[in-house]
C-alpha cells in the first residue's frame, strides 16, 4: 500500500514531466487550449515532425499535447555543436582545395588573354587605324576617328586639302602606264594632298607644283559646310586629260575608306581632269554632301562652286 507521501511525489512527478522542456532546450513554448504540433509549427516557422523528434513525450501522432505543457521549439546540443564545427572544417578543407585548383585554372586562363590583348593593342599602336563605321546606311554619320594620310582638311583658299590617286597618273595601279581612268579607279586607294603642311591632316602629301590652279573658299554659316572649288592643272601630276574623273567621299565604307574631312561628319570630293575642275565640300549634314550624284560632276554636286 502506497503512502501519502509516495502518492505526492507521484503526482509531483507527473506535473513536472508534463511542463518541463528537454534539459537542453534553448526555445520552448506552453501549450494553450486548440493547440497542436501543425499549428505550434507553423508560429515558428519549422515542422510537426521537428516538434515530435525534439519532445519525447509527446506521441508519434501527437495525440496526447496537454494545455500548460512545455515544449520544445530547438534546443542545442555540444555534441551536435562539435560535428557541426568538424563538418564544416571538413568541408572548408575540401572548398580550399577546390578553390586551389581553381585559382590555378584562372591563371593560366589570365594569362593567356593578356596575352592576347596585349598582342591586339600593340597591332592597333602600330597601325593606327580607328575601327570604321560599319552601315549599309548611306546617311548614317560616321564616327569621327582620322588616320593618317586620309584626313582632308578645308580651312581657307590657301590653306585647303583633297584626294587624288597615290601615284601620279594612276601608274601604281596601271603596270606604270598613265591611267585613263585614275581618278574613278582610285576611289578605294586615294590619298590626301594639301597646298601645305596642315596638322588637321596628319601623313598628307603636298599637291605638285603648280597643281592647282585657283582656288575659291566659301563657308555657309547656316548650314555649316565649307567648300573650295577651282581649276587644276592635269598634267603637273600625269593625269589625262581624257580622265572623266571621279568621286572621293566618307559615305557608307567610305571612298577611299577610313577617309574623313576634319572637324565634318561628311565630305564629297570630285576631280574631273577632262574639264579640268575640282570641288570639295564638308558638310554637318548628309544632304549638304550628297554622295549620289556623282555622274553630274562638280557643277550639279557643288552648284554654288567657282569653276573660273
Do not use: W
Not at 1 to 23: F, K, Q, Y
Not at 48 to 62: E, P, V, W, Y
Not at 96 to 121: A, D, F, I, Q, S
Amino acid at each position: 500500500m502506497r503512502t501519502p507521501i509516495a502518492i505526492a511525489i507521484a503526482c509531483l512527478a507527473a506535473v513536472l514531466s508534463v511542463d518541463a522542456a528537454p534539459a537542453n532546450c534553448n526555445k520552448s513554448y506552453k501549450v494553450v487550449s486548440g493547440d497542436n504540433c501543425y499549428s505550434i509549427g507553423e508560429k515558428f516557422n519549422t515542422s510537426a515532425s521537428n516538434i515530435i523528434t525534439l519532445n519525447s513525450s509527446i506521441n508519434s501522432k501527437c495525440t496526447n499535447l496537454k494545455v500548460g505543457q512545455t515544449v520544445c521549439i530547438s534546443k542545442s546540443s555540444t555534441a551536435n555543436k562539435q560535428s557541426t564545427v568538424l563538418s564544416k572544417t571538413t568541408k572548408k578543407s575540401t572548398k580550399t582545395t577546390t578553390k586551389k585548383t581553381t585559382t590555378k585554372k584562372t591563371t593560366t586562363k589570365k594569362t593567356t588573354t593578356k596575352k592576347t590583348t596585349t598582342k591586339k593593342t600593340t597591332t592597333k599602336s602600330t597601325t593606327a587605324t580607328p575601327t570604321p563605321t560599319k552601315t549599309n546606311n548611306p546617311t548614317a554619320a560616321p564616327t569621327l576617328s582620322y588616320t593618317d594620310g586620309l584626313v582632308a582638311a578645308v580651312n581657307s583658299a590657301s590653306d585647303f586639302c583633297m584626294f587624288l590617286p597615290s601615284s601620279p597618273g594612276g601608274k601604281d595601279l596601271n603596270n606604270g602606264k598613265i591611267d585613263d581612268e585614275a581618278i574613278s579607279k582610285s576611289e578605294k586607294s586615294a590619298h590626301a594632298f594639301c597646298l601645305k603642311k596642315n596638322d588637321n591632316a596628319p601623313g598628307a602629301r603636298i599637291f605638285p607644283p603648280n597643281f592647282i590652279k585657283s582656288a575659291h573658299f566659301f563657308r555657309n554659316t547656316t548650314a555649316n559646310y565649307i567648300q573650295v572649288t577651282g581649276k587644276f592643272n592635269p598634267a603637273a601630276y600625269s593625269l589625262s586629260t581624257k580622265d572623266g574623273g571621279g568621286q572621293y567621299d566618307n559615305h557608307g565604307k567610305g571612298s577611299p575608306p577610313l577617309s574623313m574631312c576634319f572637324g565634318y561628319k561628311y565630305y564629297v570630293n570630285l576631280v574631273e581632269p577632262d574639264k579640268p575642275d575640282y570641288c570639295m565640300r564638308c558638310c554637318d549634314t548628309y544632304d549638304d554632301c550628297h554622295a549620289g550624284r556623282s555622274t553630274y560632276g562638280c557643277g550639279r554636286v557643288v552648284q554654288n562652286g567657282n569653276y573660273n
